[in-house]
């Protein structure tokens, strides 16, 4: 039995389980740069240690749990499956930027999904609209309380910075008026494990058919992620105690 209590002891000495996080809600952070807002606004606030760093800070209307998950699909989903394991949140809410559609959305523009979709799967076996079609996630615009100044509409994502020659074909296939890299894969892994997710993204940039200004230069695109950030932060803190 001893043999056994040390043996379990060592187990878990090398695999440490988090704990669990004191606040139910929970703001998951794709980018870097984004997470490097929330830093620069929570400085005073020491990080925890583990696969994603996070802290835990006390807003006006409640405690919020912020972690960083990580750009790209396999971060965005593995991040999520972690804070769902390891915090059993109520809520989980992705603050982010996306890229908008000309035509479709403006910079500073707030986009609270109400779907996204997964479209960068090539099916060359069948047809790719089926594959696409088992990624995609409808959400609960209810679950967030102002919904007057936001945009209740459908977000792509993909591994990759939006193309110009695509986007007209994914407005008009998907009804989505932007993009980002995370937002289908956090939506799609809550919704496996059936726990509660809002996506609000801020438009940071606009994609036009001469591009984007933030394409070859990452600088304009910190900027705007800087103005994005802190617009959305102050919108969470504003509706903690509503969450």
Same mark, same amino acid.
């Given at each position: ?6 043996g379990?002891?060592?187990?878990? $000495?090398?695999? @440490?389980?988090?704990?669990?996080? @004191?606040?139910? +809600? ?6 870097n740069? =984004?997470?490097?807002?929330?830093? =620069? ?6 990080l925890q240690a583990?696969p994603?760093e996070?802290?835990?800070? =006390?807003?006006?209307g409640g ?10 699909k +396999? ?8 804070v769902i394991?390891?915090?059993? @949140? ?5 603050l982010g930027?996306?890229?908008g559609?000309e ?5 500073g ?13 090539v ?21 967030? @309380?102002?919904?007057a ?17 695509q986007?007209?074909?994914?407005a008009?296939?998907y ?6 890299? =995370?937002?289908?894969?956090i $939506? ?7 726990t509660?997710?809002?996506i609000l993204?801020? %438009?940071s940039?606009? %994609? ?14 910190q ?15 504003a ?5």
């Amino acid at each position: 039995m001893r043999a056994f209590v040390v043996g379990a002891l060592a187990l878990a $000495a090398c695999h @440490p389980v988090a704990p669990r996080a @004191p606040a139910p +809600v929970v703001a998951l952070i794709s980018a870097n740069a =984004e997470w490097t807002i929330v830093r =620069e606004r929570y400085a005073a606030i020491p990080l925890q240690a583990g696969p994603y760093e996070w802290f835990v800070a =006390e807003l006006p209307g409640g405690a919020a749990t912020f972690v960083h998950g990580g750009w790209g699909k +396999v971060a965005a989903a593995a991040s999520t499956q972690y804070v769902i394991d390891h915090f059993h @949140p109520a809520l989980v809410v992705n603050l982010g930027t996306c890229g908008g559609f000309e035509g479709h959305a403006q910079a500073g523009d707030v986009i609270l999904a109400r779907q996204t979709i997964i479209y960068d799967i090539v099916e060359l076996m069948g047809d790719s609209r089926e594959a696409i079609a088992d990624y995609a996630t409808a959400l609960d615009p209810a679950r967030w @309380p102002d919904r007057a100044h936001v945009r209740v509409e459908t977000l792509v994502s993909a591994d990759r910075d939006l193309a110009i020659d695509q986007i007209a074909g994914l407005a008009a296939r998907y009804g989505a008026v932007a993009g980002d890299w =995370e937002s289908g894969e956090i $939506a799609w892994v809550a919704a496996r494990n059936h726990t509660p997710v809002v996506i609000l993204r801020g %438009v940071s940039d606009v %994609v036009t058919a001469h591009g984007d200004v933030t394409y070859g230069d990452p600088g304009a695109f910190q900027r705007a992620t800087r103005a994005t950030m802190n617009d959305l932060l102050d919108r969470f803190a504003a509706a903690r105690a509503k969450l």
